[in-house]
C-alpha cells in the first residue's frame, strides 16, 4: 500500500498470549537473531533414527535431527498434551503446567508475536502463560509438519481452544532457536489472533473476505487436483534473495509463480485457493492494505518439506512500522502455506485492547 498516510506504531497487546497464543519481539544476540544471521542449509542431513518418542506424535519429522532438537520437542509436545486443570492464579508460575511450558525455555530466552514488544525471560514469560491460561484453560495442540535443522526447530502444530463458548482450531508455526541443552533460547510465534479471537471482536472484519479461485479452472478444477501438475521444484537457498525482493517490492507473479502449482492456504481463507488468479487476488488484497519491510529469518529444510521465515515491520492504516512477519511451508506435493498474524492490519491498538478486555471477562 505504497503512498497511504501512516498512523502511530501500534503499541503492545494488553494481554499477552503464549504458545499458541502470543509473544515479543525477538532479542538482538548476534548469535542468534534471525535478522541477522541467516541459517540455511542446501540439503537436509540424514535424520537418525533416534526421537522416536517424537516421531509417534507429529504427522511428519524431518531434517537434521541433533540431541539438543530431540530434547525441545519432547518438551514442546509435553506441554501441548498437558491438562491445565485448576487454571492458574494471577502471577502463579508454580502452576504445573505453567511450570511444563516454561521447562521448555532457558532463562534468558526472548519470545515474539507480531505487533507486541519484547518478552524476555522466565519471570515476564510466565506471567504470560498464566494469562493465557486463565482465558484459554483447555488450550491443547498436537505436532503436525516439524522440521529440525540442528540448533533451529520449525514446530508446525494444530492448536484448539475455547474462545467464549466457540470451539477454535488454527495452525500455527512455532519456530525455536536453541541452545546446547534443547532449551529454547529465541521463540518466535506465527498464527493468525484474529481467526482464533474474532468471537470477541464482532466490529472487526476478515481482511480476505470474499477473495477465491477466479480464471478458466476456478469451476471445472476439483480440489482432489490441486496438486497435480508439474512436479514442484524444491525451495532452495539460492532462491531466498529473489523471493525476498518480491516481498518486499510486491512482485505477486513472482510469488505467485515461485510457489509452484499446489494450493494455497493461508490466515482469512475458508478454503485452499487453487488457481493462479485466486493466488494473486489473495496477495494483492494484503498489498492494498500492507507495506511489509522483510529481512530473511531463519529457514529449515527437510526432505519434503521447508520453512522460511520473513521478519522485520508493517505498516498501514493502522500503525506504521509494527513488528511482524511471515512464515512460508512449501510441502511435499507444490502446497504452499502463509502463517501470518491478520490483526495489526485491520485493529489500531485501541481495538485490540478492547477485544482483549473482552476476553478477559467472565
Known amino acids: 500500500m505504497r503512498g497511504t498516510k501512516m498512523l502511530g506504531r501500534a503499541g503492545a497487546v494488553t494481554v499477552a498470549m503464549v504458545s499458541g497464543m502470543a509473544f515479543g519481539t525477538a532479542h538482538t544476540n548476534p548469535n542468534t537473531d534471525a535478522g541477522t544471521v541467516l541459517h540455511a542449509t542446501t540439503a537436509a542431513a540424514p535424520t537418525p533414527a533416534g526421537c522416536a ?16 532438537a530431540c530434547a525441545f520437542m519432547k518438551r514442546q509436545i509435553t506441554f501441548g498434551e498437558t491438562a491445565t486443570g485448576t487454571p492458574p492464579q494471577p502471577g502463579e508460575i508454580g502452576h504445573p503446567r505453567v511450570a511444563a511450558y516454561l521447562d521448555i525455555f532457558d532463562p534468558e530466552a526472548t519470545l515474539w508475536e507480531a505487533g507486541s514488544d519484547p518478552q524476555r525471560g522466565h519471570a515476564v514469560v510466565g506471567k504470560s502463560i498464566v494469562n493465557s491460561l486463565r482465558l484459554v484453560p483447555d488450550l491443547r495442540y498436537r505436532g503436525t509438519e516439524v522440521v529440525a535443522d540442528g540448533a533451529v526447530v520449525m514446530f508446525g502444530q494444530w492448536n484448539e481452544v475455547t474462545v ?15 541452545s546446547d541443552d534443547g532449551k529454547t533460547i529465541q521463540a518466535r510465534r506465527y498464527y493468525d489472533r484474529y481467526t482464533v479471537y474474532r468471537s470477541a471482536a464482532p466490529e472487526l472484519h476478515n481482511l480476505f473476505e470474499g477473495v477465491a479461485d477466479t480464471g478458466p479452472d476456478a469451476d471445472t478444477r476439483p480440489a482432489a487436483d490441486a496438486g497435480r501438475g508439474p512436479a ?5 537457498a539460492g532462491d531466498i534473495t529473489a523471493r525476498l525482493a518480491a516481498w518486499n517490492t510486491e512482485n505477486v507473479d513472482a510469488l505467485v509463480g515461485g510457489a509452484g502449482h499446489g494450493r494455497l492456504t493461508a490466515p482469512g481463507l475458508d478454503a485452499p485457493l487453487t488457481t493462479a488468479d485466486g ?4 496477495l494483492r488484497r494484503l498489498f492494498d492494505h500492507a507495506n ?8 529449515a529444510f527437510g526432505r519434503t518439506h521447508t520453512f522460511v521465515e520473513w521478519h522485520g515491520t508493517v505498516s498501514s492504516v493502522k500503525g506504521a512500522n509494527v513488528p511482524f512477519g ?30 482483549f478486555e473482552r476476553l478477559a471477562q467472565p
Do not use: C
Open 232 to 236: 514442484p521444484r524444491p525451495f532452495r
Open 292 to 299: 511489509v519491510q522483510l529481512k530473511p529469518g531463519q529457514v
Open 164 to 178: 467464549k463458548g466457540h470451539k477454535v482450531g488454527y495452525p500455527q508455526i512455532a519456530r525455536n532457536v536453541l
Open 53 to 68: 518418542e517424537v516421531r509417534d506424535k507429529v504427522g511428519t519429522l524431518e531434517g537434521h535431527i541433533t540431541p539438543n
Open 326 to 355: 511471515i512464515v512460508e511451508r512449501f510441502g511435499p506435493a507444490g502446497e504452499w502455506e502463509l502463517y501470518f498474524d491478520t490483526l495489526p492490519l485491520i485493529a489500531n491498538q485501541d481495538q485490540i485492547t478492547a477485544m
Open 279 to 282: 493466488k494473486s487476488a489473495y
